[in-house]
């Protein structure tokens, strides 16, 4: 039996493929491309064409530099597709133009599916992996995990670096909006009666990867995966961040950040920095494992035992 796996992850921002072996469980290579699904979703409520027909550009393009058949991938998409009142249309189009099959999964089970690739991850880094509050910043929802030890307690909160940031080209009220939501997740964190001062602080996800790569020292271009996996951030970097934006041009942020990612990485930083500010932590691990390379694992463990 072949121990090789494509899982296909389609954010509301990002497009993400994986080419996993079971056996080993290592990644053998992997694809991004930002699609910008949700563009225009707070709006207008639906999926745009001009999105779908990028969607299915850069499932086409995947297909050739990884060497796979779209139609034996499996595949997950998330908050723009749950939001959308046309996902199910959407869907069927992609499955007709490329043979590709996505299953819509809700908050909770992509927090699992993201834990359960953390959790390895962090084994993986020598880091420890019994308690740790987990955040996973998407583009239409954000979701945050506290981890103890074999049990924990997720939340997918209704917002992400997309929505967010194209409500606030509306209203320009982002500000006064994350002190809303400060107080909608210490609702959820107070719930939970932990003491969470023992609890180390890990990010996964774009703007925590991007942050980390610049601290290191690389752009969008060198980006080396390897090397962010396990690296610390701290509020201080995220200052630093902040200001390198204010004073560069388009084209050196899309250096840093890359095509597609511009119009959201100060927003994406804000609310890092809100999480941060919630948590009272003074810095974050940051894992560049995410959904994919969970639905992987997960599909490792269920369906390759023999």
Same mark, same amino acid.
């Given at each position: 039996?072949?121990?090789?796996? !494509?899982? #296909?992850?389609?954010?509301?921002?990002? +497009?993400?493929?994986? &080419?996993?072996?079971? &056996?080993?469980?290592?990644?053998?290579?992997?694809?991004?491309? !930002?699609?910008?699904?949700?563009?225009?979703?707070?709006?207008? @409520?639906?999926?745009?064409? %001009?999105?779908?027909?990028? !969607?299915?550009?850069?499932?086409?393009?995947?297909? &050739?530099?990884?060497? =796979?058949?779209?139609?034996?991938?499996?595949? #997950?998409?998330?908050?723009?597709?749950?939001?959308?009142?046309?996902?199910? %249309?959407?869907?069927?189009? +992609?499955?007709?133009?490329?043979?590709?099959?996505?299953?819509?999964?809700? @908050?909770?089970?992509?927090? $699992?599916?993201?834990?359960?690739? #953390?959790? =390895?991850?962090?084994?993986?880094?020598?880091?420890?992996?019994?308690? +740790?509050?987990?955040?996973?910043? @998407? @583009?239409?929802?954000?979701?945050?995990?506290?981890?103890?030890?074999?049990?924990?307690?997720?939340?997918?909160?209704?917002? /992400?670096?997309?929505?967010?940031?194209? &409500?606030?080209?509306?209203?320009?009220?982002?500000?006064?909006?994350?002190?809303?939501?400060?107080?909608?997740?210490?609702?959820?964190?107070?719930?939970?009666?932990?003491?969470?001062?023992?609890?180390?602080?890990?990010?996964?996800?774009?703007?925590?990867?991007?942050?980390?790569?610049?601290?290191?020292?690389?752009? +969008?271009?060198?980006?080396?995966?390897?090397?962010?996996?396990?690296?610390?951030?701290?509020?201080?970097?995220?200052?630093?961040?902040?200001?390198?934006?204010?004073?560069?041009?388009?084209?050196?942020?899309?250096?840093? #950040?890359?095509? /597609? $990612?511009?119009?959201?990485?100060?927003?994406?930083?804000?609310?890092?920095?809100?999480?941060?500010? !919630?948590?009272?932590?003074? %810095?974050?691990?940051?894992?560049?494992? /995410?959904? $994919?390379?969970?639905?992987?694992?997960? =599909?490792?463990?269920?369906?390759?035992?023999?």
């Amino acid at each position: 039996m072949n121990s090789e796996i !494509v899982t #296909v992850d389609l954010g509301s921002n990002s +497009f993400r493929v994986l &080419k996993y072996d079971c &056996k080993i469980h290592k990644i053998i290579a992997e694809y991004n491309e !930002v699609v910008g699904m949700a563009d225009g979703l707070v709006d207008s @409520g639906i999926i745009s064409k %001009e999105a779908m027909l990028r !969607v299915i550009a850069a499932i086409n393009h995947s297909c &050739k530099i990884l060497n =796979y058949e779209a139609k034996n991938a499996v595949c #997950v998409t998330t908050a723009a597709m749950r939001k959308a009142s046309n996902s199910k %249309e959407v869907l069927e189009f +992609f499955k007709n133009e490329t043979g590709i099959n996505f299953e819509i999964i809700d @908050g909770d089970e992509e927090a $699992r599916l993201t834990l359960l690739a #953390v959790k =390895y991850a962090l084994k993986r880094e020598k880091i420890n992996s019994d308690n +740790f509050i987990l955040l996973d910043i @998407g @583009g239409g929802s954000t979701e945050i995990i506290v981890n103890t030890k074999d049990d924990y307690k997720a939340k997918s909160f209704d917002f /992400g670096i997309v929505t967010m940031t194209q &409500k606030f080209l509306k209203t320009h009220d982002l500000h006064n909006d994350l002190e809303n939501k400060k107080i909608e997740i210490k609702k959820f964190l107070d719930s939970l009666n932990l003491d969470l001062t023992n609890y180390s602080f890990v990010a996964t996800a774009g703007t925590p990867t991007t942050i980390a790569a610049i601290k290191l020292g690389q752009d +969008f271009f060198s980006y080396d995966r390897n090397i962010v996996n396990g690296a610390t951030v701290n509020l201080e970097d995220l200052i630093f961040c902040l200001n390198i934006f204010k004073d560069s041009s388009q084209e050196e942020i899309t250096r840093l #950040v890359g095509r /597609g $990612r511009v119009e959201f990485i100060e927003v994406g930083i804000f609310i890092y920095k809100t999480i941060f500010e !919630v948590l009272n932590k003074k %810095e974050s691990i940051v894992l560049d494992d /995410g959904l $994919r390379e969970g639905v992987a694992i997960n =599909y490792c463990l269920t369906k390759c035992k023999n």
